[in-house]
């Protein structure tokens, strides 16, 4: 997940929740004078104003009071959770939290359905969110999403895939050649994690190590974006990680030159720890004196994300 | 207990609203002072009959406390009752009852209630891109500390969109929906804009698969069932019934008002599909002594379709959970039988930030002062008018009536 997600700050008052959480288990404050469940965690009783309260430990389970999918991330760092399933649950004790569900079609999530907890460790230092399914789903109580676990369950996946056979297309056919033109984009390539050692090391590279790239104290800040954000030439380069599935291949050519960018264009930032993937398409075949000129449009989002972070129309000349 | 009515709006002024991109860059203070000072010139009374003020403290501009005191220094006024109001789209419904309040206790006879809601121009070290940060959680704290920032933003829960949703998503659980009628709200207050030169949507017509066809926000909201901000900006002016007497306009009497809030996020509402301006709206007309039916406009705060809905049933118009029914059996333009929202609704009007909710309260005195134009209602002395805060969390209702 992007790294710029909001993320709990504990107070001397909610810290037993948050530490509960950490272990996958949820601790609630409940009075001692009158009985009532209090969320979230807060100086007195909500209802009846002692201040004697305890810390106690609960199942979990409760139902779906409502729930929305949204169409547009409530924040860009949110496009990788598209639709975000957010939610409104209702304890078994009669406290209601704020939440988004997990591991759940669209189509099985109604309102007043049973759900359980599923604790998601979302930071390195063991920091975890609540999360709710449905009660009869069969998935693990507690899940890893660091970004670190992400990277390495896209990777798994990505090298899992057999790949599909291809059809050959000579290169020097103009006619098959030029009937590779399409509107249509391909489906999407394996995903990459932008951490901020990586960015760290373009920037070294690169030498562009401004501050909104680099310095994470200082984005948080500061920059509009709440966090780093990815270099446009950074996730340009990264298109050569990716693996787009095509189910063809140019094929009979001596050489082939990667020409440059017809348009290069960064119209979305890539938040740090965001994954990416593309897709791509043909958009021009020409046949030039020296060979076969090819311009190709890859697209690069943020996993989710309706609006692309690199355009680029890559030509390449077969020869 | 309450208003007796001897408090009425005598003037109002509001910006056309704009897109922020092309509107002027003014001062707060600056807009205040032209916003009052249009809106006396349409009272017809001199400066020097203010002697009270109401004013929106939060993103004022150039001072982040000490708002009344700068702004009265700045007009040259000298007051006997300053507030702050800090509720958000309720803001104008509660600046206009407080402000009847200052005058009835006779602490002041005339109160300026003024929301500046242009933004003001950026100085050598301001960095524009603290907007682009203040919008990031939607009004959301991000305060350490507050509860918001920690158990709701974690988890994407920010701004209003989604708020809404879930209480759209709620009612549909329990009362059934129906997209066509909540359609039916957009298309009907743009009705009302085709007869308000005034509106941003003046000019554009509406269709009920327009709306049904606009893009999928959070279901079930579509982007046509939600405001589109703008900048502007309003005031009015509350004065006693001597100073009434020598304003040009019939006045419009506040003969009853609620207010009513106990939570920030609608997940800590007792129920969320029954929302404040339940109680707000009660304690009105009790105050005012009128029944439902003798309302003959309804301004209701309009920031969703599902804000109308449900402040049509909770404030007693329609029987609750047959609000759909109810919107697809009355017609609410201003030639129909339940004339609501005539100056076309924020959601044709614009949400000029703050002071959209000033644009329901100002049509009712445009409709009651018998100068809405082409809208005009043939008969227009009781008007009810409601405002709505955050997520349903603040609201507050007006019953307005000529003198």
Redesign the interface.
């Known amino acids: 997940m992007s790294t710029n ?7 001397e008052i ?1 810290a037993p929740y948050w530490n509960g959480l950490k272990e996958g288990r949820l601790t609630l404050p409940h009075c001692k004078s009158c009985g009532h469940w209090i969320f ?1 965690p ?1 100086r007195h009783c909500d209802k009846c104003w002692s201040q004697d309260l305890e810390w106690k430990e609960v199942k979990g389970t409760g139902t779906l ?11 860009p760092d ?1 496009a990788d ?1 598209m639709p ?1 399933k ?3 649950v209702e304890l078994d004790e009669g406290v ?5 569900l997990i591991g759940l079609d669209e189509a099985d999530i ?3 359905m049973r759900v359980k907890p599923v604790f998601d460790t ?1 930071k390195s230092d063991g920091t975890a ?1 609540l ?1 709710f399914t449905a009660a009869h789903k069969d998935i693990p109580s507690r899940i890893d999403s660091t970004p670190a676990a992400l990277a390495a369950a896209a990777e798994a996946q990505a090298s899992a895939e057999p790949e599909a056979a291809k059809r050959q297309v000579r290169f020097d056919d103009e006619a098959a050649m030029k009937a590779l033109v399409s509107e249509t984009y391909s489906a999407w390539s394996n995903q990459v994690v932008v951490d901020q050692a990586l960015i760290d090391e373009f920037a070294r590279l690169s030498g562009d190590d401004y501050w909104i790239h680099t310095d994470p104290e200082r984005a948080r800040k ?3 974006f ?1 966090g780093t954000i990815a270099h446009g030439a950074l996730v340009q380069v990264l298109q050569s990680r990716f693996r787009i599935p095509l189910d063809y291949e140019v094929v009979g050519f001596n050489n082939m030159l990667n020409y440059g960018s017809d348009r290069l264009r960064f119209p979305a930032p890539v938040p740090t720890g965001s994954r990416i993937q593309a897709r791509s398409r043909v958009k021009a075949v020409e046949k030039l004196p020296k060979g076969m000129q090819m311009t190709i449009e890859i697209v690069t989002h943020v996993v989710g994300s309706e609006r692309p972070s690199v355009i680029n129309d890559l030509v390449i000349l077969y020869m | 207990m309450g208003l007796k009515g001897n408090a009425a709006i005598v003037g109002a002024a509001q910006y056309k609203p704009e897109k922020y991109a092309t509107a002027p860059r003014m001062f707060h203070l600056e807009q205040v002072a032209d916003l009052a000072g249009m809106a006396l010139a349409d009272a017809g009374l001199k400066a020097s009959d203010i002697d009270g003020l109401v004013i929106h403290g939060p993103q004022f501009h150039e001072a982040q406390v000490f708002v009344p005191a700068m702004a009265a220094e700045y007009l040259g006024l000298s007051l006997n009752f300053a507030e702050v109001v800090d509720l958000g789209g309720c803001s104008s419904v509660a600046a206009v009852w407080r402000a009847a309040m200052a005058v009835e206790m006779g602490l002041c006879q005339a109160v300026l209630c003024v929301i500046p809601a242009r933004m003001a121009p950026f100085g050598p070290d301001e ?1 524009p ?1 603290w907007m ?2 203040a919008m ?3 009004g959301h704290s ?1 305060a ?2 507050a ?1 918001e ?11 209003q ?2 708020g809404y ?6 009612y ?2 329990k009362y059934g929906y129906d997209p066509v009628a909540m359609a039916k709200i957009a298309v009907d207050q743009r009705t009302n804009a085709l007869a308000n030169p005034q509106a941003s949507f003046f000019g554009k017509p509406l269709s009920i698969e327009d709306v049904l066809a606009s ?5 079930p909201l579509r982007v046509l069932e939600i405001v589109m901000p703008v900048a502007g900006g309003a005031a009015v002016i509350v004065a006693s019934k001597e100073v009434a007497a020598r304003a040009k306009n019939r006045g419009a009497c506040i003969t009853g008002f609620g207010e009513h809030l106990y939570f920030k ?1 609608p ?2 509402a007792t129920e ?1 599909t029954d929302t404040p301006i339940g109680p707000a709206a009660e304690r009105a007309f009790a105050m005012a002594g009128i029944k439902r039916s003798d309302v003959q406009a309804a301004q209701i705060y309009d920031c969703y379709t599902i804000t109308v809905l449900l402040t049509l049933e909770d404030a007693g118009f329609a029987p609750k959970g047959e609000g759909m029914r109810w919107v697809r059996e009355h017609d609410l333009t201003y030639k129909g039988n339940f004339p609501m929202n005539t100056h076309g609704g924020q959601l044709s009007f614009g949400q000029s930030g703050t002071a959209g909710g000033m644009s329901q309260v100002i049509e009712a005195f445009h409709q009651i002062s018998g100068r809405a134009g082409e809208r005009q209602l043939k008969r227009c002395d009781t008007v009810f008018v409601s405002g709505t805060g955050g997520v349903m969390s603040e609201q507050g209702a007006l019953i307005l009536q000529g003198a």
């Open positions: 997600k909001p993320l709990p700050t504990p107070t909610s979230f807060r009071y409502t729930y929305t999918l949204t169409r547009v991330p409530t924040l949110f959770d975000q957010m939610a409104v209601r939290i704020n939440t988004t109604k309102v007043g979302v969110l999360r500061q920059s509009p709440g | 960095d891109s682009a940060r990031r959680f939607g991000t350490f500390g509860p920032a920690e158990f709701d933003l974690p988890y994407g829960h920010m701004g969109n989604t949703a879930m209480i759209a998503q709620r549909a659980a893009k999928m926000v959070a279901e996020s997940t800590y969320m």
